[in-house]
């Protein structure tokens, strides 16, 4: 057993490590002739500059007694537009105005590109995700079931997929099924994670059900239980919890491999940074951010998943 002294030790070993990779980070980026303009980058996060705010016809400007009021008065008979909410007014009581004209600004934070693409990411990534442990669990029930068709068809399945690359299978289901059923870009992302993640998971729960003790299934079946609830109630519950980290790793993998819906122009994280990288001219530190914003979510993910795991090991 490690002593406090030994802890502290290889603690100091760990931050030695990590702080040599950084300072070899460093040296890298100095080495390159390559001027680093981070503030680029950071309205494409967070967008700081002021709304404008424009008349949508020709008209008139009124401003109300408190000065805090502004109507615009059309010429043309629309209804007024009042504008109650600016932190800067550019124009005065009377003035006149024509269509586009800014009329005022109001100070506000807007998510930038960047962030509406890890919105996009994480919508895909959840829906993928609950997706796939529902058809997941069918499959790998299905992989271990009694009936033989069920069971090829289960395994047929899995090896298909398994065996060809989820981008082929995301331009099949988007150029070929998608265009037969309609789908959006949205859907057909979503189905091809969904049932490329499912592969995996209905693997990763059976190999969790056979790890069971087949005591455990006779026991319960002595007990008068179905071979349904029997599965549900005693097996399943300790499949998943043996489980539990290879799935997690599935997860954090289907996160990164939505990535690869941007080649149907379904605007997630990678997508935006590509566009980002298009309008700054700042490649590095624009694929830093993107880098840091996936990370943060798997990171996240993982940590959930070490709750859990901890709670399923205390309860158990």
Known sequence: MQTAK???????????????LAGALYWSTQ??????????????VVDSSPQSIRAPFDGQAELGDD????????????????????????VADG???????????????????????????????????LCSILLGLGLGLGRLSANPALRRLCILYIEIIRGTPLLVQIFIIYFFVGTVLSLDRFTAGATALTLFSAAYVAEIIRAGIQAVPVG????????????????????????????????????????????LVSVISLTDLTKAG???VSSTFAPFEVWFTVALLYLVMTASLSWLVQRL????????
């Open 95 to 129: 003035d006149l105005l024509f269509e586009g004209d800014e009329v005022a600004r109001l100070d506000s934070l807007r998510a930038g590109p960047i962030l509406h693409g890890m919105v996009m990411t994480l919508q895909l990534s959840v829906v993928s995700l």
């Open 6 to 20: 030994q802890r502290w030790l290889w603690n100091g070993v760990f931050v030695g490590v990590v702080l040599m």
């Open 31 to 44: 080495s390159i002739d390559y001027h680093w303009r981070w503030e680029r980058v950071l309205p494409y």
């Open 216 to 259: 455990q299934m006779e026991a319960a079946r002595s007990l008068g239980m179905s071979y349904g609830r029997a599965m549900v109630e005693v097996v399943l519950p300790q499949a998943l919890r043996r489980s539990l980290p290879a799935l997690a790793g599935q997860f954090i993998n289907l996160i990164k491999d939505s990535s």
């Open 67 to 90: 000065g805090r009021t502004l109507t615009l008065v059309s010429d043309h008979g629309d209804a007024p537009l009042v504008l109650d909410s600016f932190s800067t007014l550019l």
């Open 274 to 276: 590509r566009e980002v």
């Open 309 to 316: 795991e901890r709670r399923l090991s205390a309860g158990h």
